[in-house]
């Protein structure tokens, strides 16, 4: 038996209104002394519903994740893909 995974944003859950998210955003590059490339990238890009990407706009992973402490644990079982990097700038993989 197998089963088909249904897409959910990695951030709620939600299965409805599925948009594609950049962790972290790309007008940051500059600040986060990274290649806009590293961040224009599958490594940087996860599914999210409309509702959290409008609410996340551009803020950094970081401050994104202590305002909603609850999307935690699914974003680490749901973006182990991502880099390196990304993930450390969510500062929730330790
Ligand atoms: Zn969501």
Not at 27 to 55: G, T, Y
Request: hydrophobic residues 35%; aromatic residues 10%; glycine residues 2%.
């Amino acid at each position: 038996m197998s089963r088909t995974k249904v897409q959910a944003c990695v951030y709620c859950g939600s299965t409805e209104d599925l948009t594609i998210e950049h962790v972290v955003p790309l007008s940051r590059w500059r600040e986060f002394k990274l290649r806009r490339r590293v961040l224009d990238n599958p490594s940087n890009r996860v599914i999210a519903c409309h509702k959290c990407n409008a609410e996340k706009v551009n803020m950094p992973p970081a401050q994104w994740f202590q305002l909603h402490p609850e999307y935690r644990k699914r974003f680490i079982h749901e973006a182990r893909f991502l880099s390196n990097r990304v993930k450390e700038l969510t500062g929730i993989f330790l």
